[in-house]
């Protein structure tokens, strides 16, 4: 009893529908609730209609929308680029300033490891005593998630570097991961990530440098570390040192992509 | 290298504080919206809501200039606000529930009182006869007088189901409350019209 009752109730409301879109008109059968709908639909349908003067106005309004649109797709860009540097920032500041932790480092050949105090061996790894952070997963390359792409150092014993991985949540809960590999003197930043907009380093303070047959920009901060960023194998990397710019692209061109 | 002394080492992605990408000529081609992983056009959203937009604060406002800058206020905050929209099935209730707010910092504002009236005189692009203009007049006179008796959140719901032209689902969305509830005001707020409009003699 209740089913047809609300079968009936919803054959109801899909007429209305119907005639409140304008598809239907109320037909003699129908009761006078949608007859009234259907006078209703009518009477208001002309509030949509335009005359020359709001025609001139939806034209208008359209041209500046469609301008704030580009330009706020271009703030939208900065914000997310902005918001995505603060977040690795704060997880790293976190990393260094807070609470202890352990971070896995091979050294290329231990003999060749200056940093033994606190240092423990677990499975062919050296880990040092490192400061830590919630925000990044420390993992050493053999538990990282299948599939995962990183460039890494040829020319560095296999654990001569260490790993450390972030997944942060961006706007729409979009998860993002960001690996860190620590080389010697240099910590590199890989984020699977689309590539920057062309203009991007359109700027007079990066420098455009070839590492390879890839394109990539240097920026000397003011406290005289070298930056180096480019995009290769799907990643946005971030070499960043005090080693002089043509190390770090020599660095940069030794990295290959290795497939987890 | 031992992270925990004498770190000079800047840290990840603080590239420059601005991020300032050079003025470029705008292409030719329509702006596009993401929407989740959805590409929508501007224009094809523009297109798509703006009468209704128009039309709906004309019916809350009664007021014709005042629906106009509302309709652009919406779509200013649309604009801005773009990536809290997640689904391209919500935009309707999404929109409208800019639209509903904006409407409400207007009345917050200005404190007017609204009377439909003054939508009687409004557009009639619509070619007709002389005489058909005058009867479309007069249904139309009956039955906005009839609303304007009608309570704001009967009104308010019956804006987003004949003027806006939303699902049940969507004005759910619009008016947080459920769906049924939806359906229970429309049909409580027609049976009122109907009782009113049997008051007034007018539906014969």
């Known amino acids: ?260 | 290298m031992d992270l925990g002394s004498d770190v000079s080492v800047p840290l990840a992605g603080t590239r420059l504080s601005v991020w300032s990408l050079p003025a470029k000529t705008e292409k030719k081609s329509a702006p596009t919206v993401e929407i989740g992983s959805h590409k929508v056009s501007f224009d094809e959203l523009y297109q798509q809501y703006y009468e209704r937009v128009l039309a709906y604060m004309r019916f809350r406002t009664g007021s014709p200039d005042a629906a106009e800058d509302l309709v652009a206020q919406v779509f200013e905050r649309v604009v801005s606000h773009l990536d809290d929209l997640q689904s391209p099935g919500a935009v309707g209730a999404w929109l409208f529930r800019i639209a509903r707010n904006c409407a409400a910092d207007y009345f917050r504002r200005y404190r007017v009182m609204v009377s439909l009236d003054t939508l009687v005189d409004g557009n009639h692009p619509r070619e007709c006869s002389p005489e058909e203009e005058l009867v479309a007049r007069e249904e139309r006179m009956l039955l906005l007088n009839q609303l304007n008796r009608l309570s704001e959140r009967e009104r308010e719901v019956i804006g987003l189901k004949f003027v806006a032209c939303l699902q049940n689902r969507e004005i759910a969305r619009v008016l947080h409350m459920p769906e049924g509830t939806v359906g229970s005001l429309l049909h409580r707020a027609l049976s009122r019209l109907r009782d009113a409009l049997h008051d007034e003699g007018g539906n014969e």
């Not at chain 1, 899909?14 to 009518?42: F, M, V």
């Not at chain 1, 949540?169 to 240099?186: C, F, H, M, R, W």
């Not at chain 1, 455009?208 to 005289?224: A, C, D, M």
Request: proline letters at 5%.
């Open chain 1, 1 to 260: 009893m209740k089913d047809r009752r609300a079968d009936v109730e919803n054959v109801w409301l899909d007429k209305l529908d119907a005639i409140a879109a304008g598809d239907e008109q109320p037909s003699p059968g129908d009761d006078e609730l949608l007859h009234i709908a259907g006078r209703l639909t009518a009477a208001l349908a002309p509030l949509g209609e335009l005359d020359a003067g709001a025609r001139t106005h939806k034209q208008r309004l359209g041209s500046q929308l469609r301008l704030q649109l580009a330009a706020s797709k271009k703030t939208r860009l900065v914000k997310r680029w902005a918001f995505r540097s603060i977040m690795v920032a704060v997880a790293l500041l976190v990393f260094m300033v807070l609470g202890p932790g352990l971070l896995f480092q091979i050294v290329p050949g231990a003999s060749q490891n200056d940093h033994t105090n606190g240092a423990q061996t677990q499975q062919g790894w050296q880990m040092l005593a490192l400061h830590s952070t919630s925000a990044y997963t420390i993992a050493t390359p053999d538990k990282l998630t299948r599939g995962v792409t990183l460039l890494l150092p040829t020319e560095i014993a296999p654990d001569g570097y260490l790993v450390a991985i972030s997944i942060d949540n961006y706007g729409n809960n979009v998860k993002i991961a960001s690996y860190l590999v620590y080389e010697q003197d240099a910590i590199f930043y890989e984020t699977p990530s689309r590539p920057f907009p062309p203009d991007a380093y359109a700027i007079s303070v990066y420098q455009t440098v070839s590492i390879g047959k890839t394109r990539g920009f240097l920026y000397q901060e003011p406290g005289g570390t070298n930056r180096l960023e480019w995009y290769q194998a799907g990643l946005l990397c971030d070499l960043v040192s005090k080693l002089p710019a043509g190390q770090l692209i020599m660095m940069a061109d030794e990295l290959h992509s290795v497939t987890f």
